[in-house]
């Protein structure tokens, strides 16, 4: 249908028509508005009858100030969210209930976890007289608002902040100015180093020498002095990275110490040669002691420490060591001061090899809970020791030497992790050093060539087999090289006839093996436990396509690839297990 353009038609609507029409969509207003408020009325209905309204009161506190507490605590980013809000004032956002239950709650508000400066007055009004957890990560914003937060100084209980150096000047006026009555930890660290000015010292002015609950003390980076009243009946203490005029002698080390009765946990980063400005007298007695720990450590300072400390034989330790030298001994003589006296039993060694760092492990389980770290957190581990290699001490071996100095041993597991390539010497010594071996697990970008070799040696008694305790092997992330699960069939059948069997074998994303090599493990070996991966060493065409296992490797290369080898980044000294760099 086409409109005609002839003016003569003209439409009619006339001033009536245009009222009716805004009279009805007035009323079709008011109709959606009352859908829209009975549909809000059926949702608050339907949340209503959810199961969780139907909770107690105080269930539904404790399950708000458990995700705020874990928000709070294990949020390692220190940076406000995306969109500013505090996780507390998130939960006022689900609905009318939740709401009225967070507000009635003041623990919710109290916890200040990086909060925005346009946040913190609603924070603190909410949180009433509740005690405050206080948490600055970000030193930049953290300077926006310490100020503020800081005025409220005498209700924190938990206080710790990153500042950047041109404020912390700044920000120690603001903890001098009021006690902290509450303050039972208090965390301090410093981003970076300023250049252009000096920043100051935490003194005993500091809380105005007035904080009687505080147990728990970490420094960073941070100026401070060593007779402050905040070094005083602590729990925990944790201090790295000091600087030149913070740098203690080991007298004033010993005399903040002997301020620490009830000490449990000690953290100290000691790059620095401690002045031994002291004659060793009576040893500082810490008897609650369970964990000490010293990071980027001279192995001198450790000594020296560890000469002048009297604490339990159970212990936790954990070193990080710049290049150790010849006083090695020295070193467990000092920590171990009564070896033949009652301890823990240890049961488990843990190796981590590398070019420029070496690591061991001493647990009293027969299992490892945790992955390598040089101060793990797993509670079985008793000893853990982490030093940079020098030319004179990248020799594996060295581990074996360090478990021959360790108290109350019986090693029934050892777990190595290599990127160098370990010989066979390494493996007939902790043969030798470790008669009641059980169990081998074996991972990294090492091969396992010369652990076959040595396992393959030995008399026709049990007794002259290497390892003769041994009944389990596993593997993760290793190249078999061609004939090496073989090999391996043999050794079991081999051991097998002399009554020391291997009975478990675990095989975890190992190379150049398939199912049909599997198999016929499986016919010796009683429990095989592969995880089915299927990967190969053929390599593409410039390679020729052939195999790349360590054992075709040598055929095809010869000469040619000792001579890669020797002129490779390690320089390989066959009959030392030594590497240096080339």
């Not at 006026?173 to 935490?202: E, N």
């Not at 581990?381 to 004179?392: A, G, R, V």
């Not at 390539?421 to 059980?438: A, C, K, Q, T, Y």
């Amino acid at each position: 249908m086409t409109l005609s353009n002839s003016p003569d038609i003209v439409p009619r609507m006339g001033s009536g028509v245009i009222e009716h029409c805004d009279t009805t969509r007035a009323h079709v207003d008011k109709d959606i508005a009352a859908l829209a408020s009975s549909l809000r009325g059926c949702r608050s209905r339907r949340i209503s009858l959810s199961y969780i309204s139907w909770l107690p009161l105080e269930i539904l506190t404790t399950i708000f100030t458990y995700i705020v507490e874990e928000d709070t605590f294990k949020s390692h980013t220190g940076t406000p969210r995306p969109n500013g809000a505090p996780i507390s004032m998130t939960i006022t956002h689900v609905c009318r209930h939740w709401r009225q239950v967070a507000l009635e709650c003041p623990t919710l508000w109290a916890y200040l976890n990086c909060v925005p400066a346009n946040c913190l007055d609603m924070m603190l009004e909410r949180s009433k007289k509740i005690a405050l957890v206080v948490i600055y990560r970000s030193p930049g914003s953290l300077r926006k608002c310490f100020q503020q937060i800081l005025s409220q100084l005498p209700r924190i209980k938990l206080l710790q902040l990153c500042s950047y150096p041109w404020d912390v000047n700044r920000i120690l006026d603001c903890l001098s100015s009021q006690p902290a009555p509450l303050l039972q930890s208090f965390k301090f660290s410093v981003a970076g180093k300023s250049s252009f000015r000096v920043m100051g010292s935490i003194s005993d002015a500091v809380f105005q020498g007035r904080a009687p609950l505080l147990r728990s003390v970490e420094l960073m980076e941070c100026t401070f002095s060593w007779t402050s009243c905040i070094f005083s009946g602590l729990r925990t203490l944790d201090v790295r990275r000091v600087g030149s005029a913070s740098y203690p002698t080991l007298s004033q080390l010993l005399s903040t110490l002997r301020r620490m009765p009830e000490l449990e946990q000690l953290t100290l980063g000691l790059s620095s040669r401690i002045s031994e400005d002291t004659e060793l007298s009576d040893r500082v007695p810490l008897t609650q002691l369970k964990s000490i720990a010293l990071d980027a450590c001279t192995l001198r300072n450790a000594v020296s420490l560890f000469s002048c400390l009297a604490f339990p034989v159970d212990v936790k330790i954990a070193l990080n060591l710049a290049p150790i030298g010849s006083c090695l001994s020295d070193l467990f003589s000092a920590m171990h001061k009564d070896p033949d006296g009652s301890g823990p039993i240890i049961r488990s060694m843990r190796a981590s090899l590398s070019y420029h760092t070496f690591g061991v492990q001493f647990g009293t389980s027969t299992a490892f809970k945790s992955k390598y770290s040089w101060d793990p957190h797993d509670d079985d581990i008793l000893l853990s020791i982490q030093f940079k290699c020098s030319s004179s001490t990248r020799k594996p071996p060295i581990i074996f030497d360090m478990c021959q100095m360790v108290p109350h041993r019986q090693i029934q597991s050892l777990f190595v992790t290599s990127s160098l390539v370990l010989r066979e010497n390494f493996w007939r010594v902790g043969s030798s050093d470790l008669p009641e071996l059980e169990n081998i697990q074996l991972s990294g970008t090492c091969n396992m060539r010369s652990l076959i070799a040595v396992l393959q040696s030995g008399g026709t008694q049990s007794s002259d087999m290497a390892y003769p305790s041994l009944h389990a092997l596993e593997f993760e992330n290793i190249d078999f090289g061609c004939g090496e699960a073989e090999e391996l069939q043999d050794i079991a059948i081999m051991r097998a006839g002399h009554g020391v069997g291997i009975h478990e074998l675990r095989l975890v994303k190992c190379r150049n093996l398939v199912d049909d090599r599997v198999q016929f493990l499986k016919e010796v070996v009683t429990d095989v436990d592969w995880d089915g991966h299927e990967e190969g060493l053929v390599g593409g065409s410039g390679s020729g396509g052939g195999c790349l296992c360590h054992i075709c490797r040598d055929e095809s290369s010869g000469e040619d690839y000792m001579q890669a080898l020797l002129h490779s980044d390690y320089d390989y000294d066959p009959d030392s297990d030594a590497y240096s760099e080339d």
